[in-house]
């Protein structure tokens, strides 16, 4: 019944090239994409403020030339904060919030599910339960130790999910089944391990936040390019997801594979989602509310969700972060902290809406 529902919305991307074949009808799908051009001109240029604002303010104050020598003058006190700090922190910021944001609209898509985020397939378990085991079993407790295993873990706990849900045969629900079995399973591992081994217990304290602190020290480069790489298989999905969310049958008919698909999909969250959460903890939210603000705007064709939802979740994580700085200086609120304080009245928004919908 709530297919029967909800597919007049979801036709809307695929019936729009032939609705601009009568006269009368022209003008609006044209409208449409202008209004949609123009606001991901508006957010790009919203991303290029938040990454000069992520830049300039912290938890140090610091003016305008300060800054301007911090990236000029290696010989400026501001140097070693602004370039070496402040400019990987940024850059991670940006990497990251695309990751989740993208993540979570293609999660909510392939589920067919909007209260679907990318911890549905365990990759906050996964990496969780492998950063303890490496504390625990061998001894490494610093974040560069640490980073390696956490992917490893998110990516294995995203397989485990796949295959407890039927592999071939894998459906939304059963996916989504398969991801809470698999996250209670790896949280009952990471609370026992934690109560037998104190130092587990702290780092995983530690790493569990949610931060961008330790972008100085982490691998940059290699998680730009493999978040690059996944979100161009992501956005590549954008038709076949489109014709998904008809129903299996009729994407199908339409030629799409759902079981090839939902391979493609699950391997590009668990590459995105995986790598954020890797390097910055499991910040929440990003991957739930961004897909949400992003569709009340585009409305639900994939084509321009996802696109929306990368720079959304970029502009949100960085703007979170920005706000963690300078809300206590000269102490910091992590960013994990301050998104689950916006993020979380939004989820609760979410639920009761979608209870009154259906009462």
């Known amino acids: 019944m709530s297919t029967a529902h909800r597919a007049p ?27 949609r051009v123009a606001g991901l001109a508006v957010l790009i240029g919203a991303v290029a403020v938040l990454t000069v604002a992520s830049v300039a303010l912290g938890a140090r104050a610091m003016d305008l030339g300060q800054v301007w020598a911090g990236l000029t003058d290696p010989a400026s006190d501001a140097y070693p904060v602004v370039t070496e700090l402040r400019l990987p922190r940024t850059a991670l910021g940006l990497a990251a919030g695309s990751a989740l944001g993208l993540a979570g609209a293609l999660m909510q898509a392939m589920t067919r599910n909007p209260l ?40 294995i706990a995203s397989v485990a999910c796949y295959l407890i849900a039927g592999a071939a045969t894998a459906t939304p629900a ?46 940059i480069l290699p998680v730009v390019v493999l978040i690059g790489a996944a979100s161009a298989v992501g956005i590549l999905l954008a038709r076949p997801l489109n014709a998904l969310a008809l129903g299996d049958a009729t994407a199908t008919g339409l030629g799409v594979d759902p079981r090839v698909l939902r391979v493609a999909g699950i391997a590009a969250i668990t590459v995105l989602a995986g790598t954020a959460t890797a390097v910055c903890g499991p910040i929440v939210f990003v991957g739930l509310v961004v897909p949400h603000v992003v569709r009340a705007f585009t409305g639900p064709d994939q084509n321009w969700v996802l696109p929306y939802s990368m720079l959304t979740g970029a502009a949100f994580l960085l703007l979170t ?13 992590q960013v994990g902290i301050v ?21």
Request: glycine share 10%.
């Open 9 to 35: 919305d979801l036709a809307q991307p695929l019936a729009a090239g032939h609705a601009s074949a009568g006269g009368a009808s022209e003008p609006a799908p044209r409208s449409r994409t202008g209004r």
């Open 116 to 155: 679907a985020d990318p911890g549905l397939l365990g990759v906050n378990t996964g990496a969780a339960a492998a950063v303890v085991t490496a504390a625990y079993f061998l001894g490494f407790s610093s974040f560069t130790q640490t980073i390696g295993f956490a992917f490893a873990g998110a990516a």
């Open 174 to 219: 059963r996916l989504a089944l398969a991801g809470a079995a698999v996250t209670a399973a790896g949280y009952a591992y990471v609370s026992a391990i934690q109560l037998m081994d104190a130092a587990s217990l702290e780092t995983m304290r530690f790493w569990s936040v949610g931060s961008l602190v330790n972008a100085h020290t982490a691998p």
């Open 321 to 333: 972060d920005v706000i963690g700085r300078i809300a206590a200086r000269p102490a910091e609120v």
């Open 339 to 359: 998104c689950a304080v916006v993020g979380g009245p939004f989820f609760i928004y979410l639920v009761s809406r979608r209870k009154v919908a259906r009462l």
